[in-house]
């Protein structure tokens, strides 16, 4: 990869790449594949192949038997930058949707994807707080907490949205509990009003920190065990290092099973560890400490309601 682009419009810019993606992953370019994908007429499709093979002839050549275009034996991308992790977010992408249109995929290999719970959460409740973080503002809601039997009205003011892998949350300041917090969208039940309040983003201390959480495999796994899950996790000289936002770390640990005592688990099932578990609690410490001295209520910190 490495075609300028700068004078290249935006609608061409994406056929180039489809047209590069179908070649690498499928081996094949239909003129109807541009004409199917993009809703475009047969003349600006045969214009896009032609634009094309003029910035790449070394790359394709028209297949008269199959009636469509094949990469050459030299073929180099040049728009799009072909991984793993791409074409498998795609096809994960199909999950739930139905369709192939706008993801990209040609042939689609035979695929079987565990499902997964999906958090609800109501559209116009994320409307509502994606306004509050564009115009500053603060949203009343009915929210209900774990542990609660009921649920109780707040004010919080929305600052980022978080994942942590299975569900939604926005991050806001709480102004219940005078403290950064993460809320669950799905659990927001109302959100009724809002009003003008202006919360310094950068005041979120375990938002704007990051630590970086290094992973090996399980010290209890045979070797050969340890060499295969190195190689599964891309791990280098043994470690993995994922670097996030100390806010989302507990959710990383949780995530991977990373927050259970590899001694209490079979090293079959708790397969990988995290080595620096005590640099990362001082980390957190430390900003647990900052957080109090900035609070007059001395609300101690919770990852999540």
């Known amino acids: 990869m490495g075609e300028p682009s700068h004078n290249l419009r935006w609608g061409v810019m994406k056929r180039l790449q489809f047209m590069e993606f179908r070649l690498y992953w499928d081996g094949m370019l239909r003129r109807k594949d541009l004409t199917d994908e993009f809703e475009i007429s ?110 109780a009205w707040r004010w919080i003011t929305p600052l980022a949205l978080g994942f942590d892998g299975f569900r939604w949350h926005v991050r806001a300041w709480c102004h219940l509990r005078e403290a950064f917090r993460d809320f669950v969208i799905a659990r927001m039940l109302k959100v009724t009003k809002d009003r003008e309040e202006k919360i310094n983003p950068t005041d979120d201390l375990e938002w704007m920190h990051q630590v970086t959480l290094r992973i090996a495999p399980n010290p209890k796994l045979s070797s050969a065990a340890k060499e295969t899950f190195a190689l599964d996790y891309g791990m280098k000289n043994g470690e993995l290092k994922l670097t996030t936002r100390v806010s989302l770390s507990w959710y990383v640990e949780r995530y991977l099973g990373l927050d259970l005592h590899e001694y209490d688990v079979p090293a079959e099932r708790q397969q990988i560890v995290l080595i620096n578990r005590d640099e990362i609690n001082k980390v957190r410490s430390k900003l647990r400490e900052q957080l109090k001295d900035r609070s007059a209520s001395g609300v101690p910190y919770s990852p999540a309601l």
């Open 42 to 151: 047969v003349p600006q499709a045969s214009t896009d192949l032609t634009e094309y093979q003029s910035r790449a002839p070394e790359n394709i050549e028209y297949d008269g038997s199959r009636k469509a275009y094949v990469p050459l034996p030299e073929f180099t991308p040049r728009f799009y930058n072909p991984s793993a992790d791409d074409y498998f977010t795609r096809l994960r992408g199909m999950d739930g949707i139905g369709e192939e249109k706008g993801i990209w995929l040609g042939w689609i290999p035979p695929v079987g994807i565990v499902p997964t719970i999906r958090r609800q959460a109501s559209a116009s409740d994320l409307r509502k707080v994606l306004s509050a973080m564009r115009n500053a503002r603060a949203l009343y809601i009915q929210y209900q907490s774990v542990g609660k039997s009921e649920p």
